[in-house]
């Protein structure tokens, strides 16, 4: 490979820049044109064919490693992509299983308190939003690698242990974003019934209390539950502020004993009913979706839809530059999403790569993704396996492929602006290694041309997250500056 070609990655800023200015200024420090030009700078913009795919399995469950733990509840109804559902469920746990019973000890109340996190998606306006609670009637666990997805459900009794109504608005939960000195909760009474069997099993003799498996299958869980009327899905958290609280009293003193729903198995279910929408016939997984509208594009986090992007115009394009091309800059934008009104978008968008099978491609042990891995990052960090130590707390993907940022700190992602009703993001050096063809020396393989991607809904995180946005297929583009040698004849 020509060496003007192959960038030592951390000088790539500086060098972009001084290579821009350089080649703009057509005009030598005299005022006369030189006629010794070396390099011409060119601009294209490359169309983006796209398509609609459904992804069909994103872990809801609460890890004790992730980011976000959160548990969403609730429905809102979205002209543009229908009527989304969620629900969740939860175990308890005692907050201190060592703790004994005072003697004479007497049952007073039972009540489950949950912790707004503040995340909240669906009307803007102030509206009643009603929550229930059951019992889950099967058992929740971890064991064996057992995990729990958008659209996995639990079973629960349809009897209410609990149920409160509260009118919410959007202004409030906002308003308390940065309130550090509050904490807003919803505190909904539940049954004397329920109560009553907690209070009556906490007996350290009967070991229900010390050994949680005999809890868990005693007290399986619960479930929470929006109404048939709400207008929002709302998060509440899985911190220590979350708990039942159960009230009892002795002779001299009132007192509580909490039964916390940190560190135990949660998830959500998030559902979806797109009838009458652009996506009303999205049905199948992994395969590609033209919307009713055949212009329009959209991106939705919890039940997801992605945006897949086929870049292979570019390839083709440049081609015919014969590896003899820098690119000095590479930017992914989509201008003029669709008004989002109550409904706003996802934060930043993730370029994550496509397997053939339009599934996000997973690195595996095979010489052609181990010689993909060394080659895309020979000259420049242009793509990763994993998290590897990069710095982001929004995506957790640690066997897929994933586009590097400029940066070469973060995944790639666009920005989104509220100003401008747009995203934009850099991926020079992944297009740059698109321009190149390498073949590793020791495996003898020919690097893979990576041009099926997919825009990922990134923060708030996709899967703790019912997100979305729209947009005009034409208004996504991929602007290249690029420089190519002048042959003197």
């Known amino acids: ?57 994103l872990r809801t469950s609460n890890h004790f490693t992730d980011v976000e733990k959160r548990l969403l509840v609730g429905r809102y109804s979205d002209p543009a992509l229908g009527n989304t559902i969620t629900e969740s469920y939860t175990q308890i746990i005692p907050v201190n299983s060592e703790v004994v019973k005072p003697a004479k000890s007497v049952y007073d109340s039972v009540s489950l308190v949950l912790n707004f996190d503040l995340y909240h998606y669906g009307t803007s306006s102030a509206s009643v939003e009603t929550y229930s609670v059951h019992e889950v009637t099967e058992k929740l666990t971890h064991r064996r690698g057992k995990d729990y997805y958008n659209f996995s459900t639990v079973a629960y009794d349809p009897a209410k242990l609990g149920e409160k109504s509260l009118q919410l608005s959007a202004e409030r939960l906002d308003s308390m974003v940065n309130r550090t000195d509050t904490t807003v909760t919803l505190s909904i009474p539940l049954s004397s019934a329920y109560g009553e069997r907690l209070f009556n099993a906490w007996d350290n003799d009967g070991g229900v209390f010390t050994d949680f498996q005999k809890f868990s299958e005693a007290f399986k869980g619960l479930a929470l539950v929006g109404g048939d009327a709400n207008q929002k899905v709302v998060g509440f958290s899985v911190g ?95 201008t003029g999403i669709d008004a989002p009104g109550d409904f706003s978008p996802p934060r930043n968008l993730y370029v994550q790569v496509l397997a053939n099978n339009n599934r996000l491609k997973k690195f595996k042990l095979t010489d052609q993704d181990t010689t993909d891995i060394r080659l895309y990052t020979n000259s420049s960090f242009a793509l990763t396996n994993g998290l590897q130590g990069i710095a982001t707390s929004s995506i957790n993907m640690d066997s897929v492929f994933s586009v590097m940022a400029d940066s070469q700190q973060e995944f790639a992602n666009l920005q989104y602006n509220s100003d401008t009703k747009s995203y934009k993001g850099f991926i020079t050096l992944f297009m740059q290694e698109l321009t190149q063809d390498e073949t590793d020396t ?17 923060t708030p995180f996709g899967a703790k997250s019912v997100n979305r946005v729209g947009f005009d297929k034409s208004n996504m583009k991929l602007k290249v500056y690029y420089s190519t040698a002048i042959t003197n004849e």
Not at 444 to 457: A, D
């Open 1 to 57: 490979m020509n060496l003007w070609v192959k960038r030592i990655a951390l000088g790539l800023t500086a060098a972009v820049a001084l290579f821009l200015f350089a080649c703009l200024d057509e005009d030598n420090i005299l005022g006369f044109p030189n006629q010794n030009q070396k390099f011409k700078l060119s601009y294209i913009e490359i169309p983006i064919e796209s398509s609609v795919l459904l992804f069909d399995s």
């Open 240 to 334: 220590t502020n979350s708990k039942v609280v159960l009230h009892y009293h002795t002779s001299t003193d009132t007192l509580t004993y909490d039964f916390l729903i940190s560190n135990v198995v949660s998830s959500s279910n998030i559902s979806t009913d797109r009838s009458g929408t652009d996506l009303s016939s999205l049905t199948t997984p992994y395969q590609e979706f033209i919307p009713s509208n055949a212009n329009k594009r959209y991106i939705q986090s919890g039940a997801p839809v992605v945006t897949k992007l086929d870049l292979s115009a570019f390839t083709e394009y440049f081609a015919a530059f014969n590896n003899k091309v820098l690119i000095n800059s590479a930017e992914l934008s989509i």
């Open 442 to 458: 020791n495996s003898n393989l020919t690097k893979t041309k990576f041009t099926n991607l997919v825009l990922y809904p990134g």
